[in-house]
């Protein structure tokens, strides 16, 4: 099993561009999370999943969207690039019942 | 207004002594806890959990310790090795609700030769 993968490891982008992260498990887990990681902040939530077709907003969503048509894919939409939106996002997935997150190996984003 | 708090940003210890990491929260809905740990340029990695029905759950070297009336935990480990050193985050959860995590700020721990 490869996890959780995320792609791209890193990414510069200029203010008003879009994007695409993509994130991909293949533990068959039901529960899929985005988090923003900012210095002394922590993990902060985005957006989640409890299954596919149904998506639900964290904590801080404004300017994400996400979709789930399928139960291994899990990708977020940067609409209209911001610096404030300079970060390390997190995907994770959870089995169904579970507690444990696992996390993804991260993407570092730049917005100039 | 942060859930989920831990005080500090940073922590050393010496080898082979113990190092004990501190979180408090303030929902009381929560029941459920755990740490993470994180080396630079890695996600995050499961370290150890606990329910809101225990005060206590032992993993090897790592210890967490619950204390509900006064909303705080601590993650004891013994001995402390260097490869321990990362920055650790305390999390929590309402099992009620769909598995959403509520982080902590972390504390980078260093553990000395």
């Known amino acids: 099993n490869a996890g959780v993968t995320q792609t791209p490891k890193f990414q510069v982008l200029k203010t008003g561009q879009s994007m695409t992260l993509q994130c991909a498990q293949d533990?068959?887990?039901?529960?899929m999370s985005w988090y923003r990681q900012d210095p002394g902040m922590g993990l902060r939530l985005i957006h989640y999943?409890?299954?596919?077709?149904?998506?639900d907003q964290g904590e801080v969503p404004n300017g994400y969207n996400v979709s789930r048509s399928t139960t291994e894919d899990f990708p977020l939409r940067l609409l209209s690039a911001a610096p404030s939106q300079t970060s390390v996002y997190f995907c994770?997935?959870?089995?169904?019942?579970?507690?444990?997150?696992?996390f993804g190996p991260g993407t570092r984003l730049t917005v100039l | 207004d942060q859930q989920v708090k831990q005080n500090s940003p940073s922590l050393s210890v010496q080898e082979g002594r113990i190092s004990i990491l501190n979180c408090d929260y303030t929902n009381s809905m929560f029941d459920y806890f755990l740490w993470y740990k994180k080396y630079p340029a890695e996600g995050p990695t499961f370290l150890i959990s606990i329910s809101s029905i225990k005060d206590k759950n032992e993993d090897g070297r790592f210890t967490v310790f619950l204390n509900k009336s006064a909303k705080h935990l601590s993650l004891h480990i013994v001995p402390s090795q260097p490869g321990d050193s990362a920055v650790y985050f305390c999390?929590?959860?309402?099992?009620?609700?769909?598995?959403?995590?509520?982080f902590g700020s972390g504390t980078q721990l260093t553990v000395l030769p």
């Open positions: 999390a929590a959860l309402f099992t009620g609700s769909a598995r959403q995590l509520t």
């Open positions: 994770a997935s959870t089995q169904s019942g579970g507690d444990t997150q696992y």
């Open positions: 999943s409890v299954g596919a077709g149904i998506t």
């Open positions: 533990m068959n887990h039901e529960y």
